[in-house]
């Protein structure tokens, strides 16, 4: 069974600064996805960035970015330019990329302040 | 435009009662799920489906039933069997091929009283 894990319950950022979320899972999997969703308080899952464990580029999605580390199996996410609009929980998840169910396991969330 | 529709948005039952919580989508995606999101805790994996008229129990299915009649219905009833239903209730969607994402609705916030 996979394991995610988000050891940072909450965190704090200037607005205009940079702040990195902490993920690290556990898998026996070789082919996989991992993602991180954010929360706003309205409650609707929002995709932010997706990374396939197979290339080993790191994703970048505007003021978004992972750092993939397959060997120490960590996902951390970097967000650059921090902006009030970013305060929301965020969600490190974890997909198996073989097999006929897509499903994903979620860790239990970072929340983030963005302060003005 | 395209997208996941849960309804109640919040919803109250008193406790010994069944309560549907109604998850449609217009994506035409095959796998539909539902998760459950309480405080503190990562959202759990409650049933999922890959096609209709299938699925299968995720990691906390009991206490809750679901069907797949339709490939753009996929409703979650709360059964009185389950001990702890206040919780906030996440629909998805994902299409057979393509990059893995989940498609969430807005949720549905049940209270029992």
């Known amino acids: 069974a996979q394991t995610v894990t988000q050891s940072q319950p909450e965190m704090s950022v200037q607005e205009a600064e940079t702040v990195t979320l902490s993920c690290t899972y556990d898998t026996s999997e070789n082919n996989y996805y991992l993602f991180w969703y954010k929360q706003p308080p309205s409650r609707q899952m929002i995709l932010v960035i997706r990374?396939?464990?197979?290339?080993?580029q790191n994703a970048t999605e505007n003021r978004f970015s992972v750092n993939f580390q397959k060997a120490a199996k960590s996902f951390s996410l970097k967000i650059s330019d921090s902006q009030l609009g970013d305060t929301a929980m965020y969600f490190c998840?974890?997909?198996?990329?073989?097999?006929?169910?897509?499903?994903?396991?979620f860790g239990s969330g970072t929340q983030l302040t963005v302060l003005p | 435009d395209g997208g996941i529709t849960q309804s109640p948005k919040y919803l109250f039952r008193k406790e010994g009662q069944n309560v549907t919580l109604s998850c449609e989508q217009n994506l035409n995606h095959d796998a539909m799920y539902w998760y459950r999101q309480d405080p503190g805790q990562g959202l759990r994996l409650i049933y999922y489906s890959q096609i209709v008229n299938d699925f299968q129990k995720g990691d906390i299915a009991e206490g809750y039933s679901v069907s797949r009649e339709k490939k753009e219905s996929f409703p979650l009833t709360v059964t009185s069997a389950q001990k702890n239903p206040t919780a906030f209730y996440l629909c998805a969607s994902a299409g057979h091929r393509g990059t893995g994402e989940l498609f969430f609705g807005e949720g549905s916030r049940l209270t029992v009283l």
């Open positions: 990374q396939e464990a197979y290339k080993q």
């Open positions: 998840a974890f997909m198996r990329g073989s097999g006929s169910a897509r499903q994903l396991t």
